[in-house]
């Protein structure tokens, strides 16, 4: 397990610098990770939107640009992924409801019934694995 570089946190605990040296040395790591991430695209929606002109290097970008180019991009990638999960959940519930209806169970609750299967097929397909394999790779 990754632990925190002490050598970079401790001139500020031993108050050799003052916080916002701190967030200045700490906060570009994270920039990097960011610009790593961020689409081109996302990015420029907040740079006009910010009314800045065209940044010639990734410095020229400010922070409170790129944190909500990054956040878009980011919840673009969860509704992407919670779509499909849904479809096979959607075609689960879409079957059981079929079947119900022409066994004339119509008093019964489609949901009842495809739970369980809905739970089977994440287990069976091993989801856990595959949802948190999918969030590590989306982030190269």
Do not use: C
């Amino acid at each position: 397990m990754t632990r925190v570089n002490e050598t970079a946190v401790q001139p500020y605990l031993r108050h050799e610098m003052t916080f916002n040296e701190a967030l200045d040395r700490g906060v570009v790591p994270v920039r990097q990770f960011m610009f790593d991430q961020v689409r081109e695209k996302d990015l420029g929606l907040f740079v006009s939107l910010a009314h800045l002109a065209r940044p010639k290097v990734e410095a020229d970008v400010p922070t409170h640009v790129l944190i909500p180019a990054f956040l878009i991009g980011e919840l673009r990638a969860a509704f992407t992924a919670g779509f499909l999960i849904f479809i096979p959940f959607l075609i689960i519930d879409m079957l059981i409801a079929v079947t119900l209806m022409s066994m004339g169970m119509m008093m019964l609750p489609p949901v009842l019934i495809s739970l369980p299967f809905k739970i089977l097929l994440f287990v069976l397909v091993d989801g856990w694995h595959l949802i948190i394999k999918s969030v590590a790779l989306s982030f190269q």
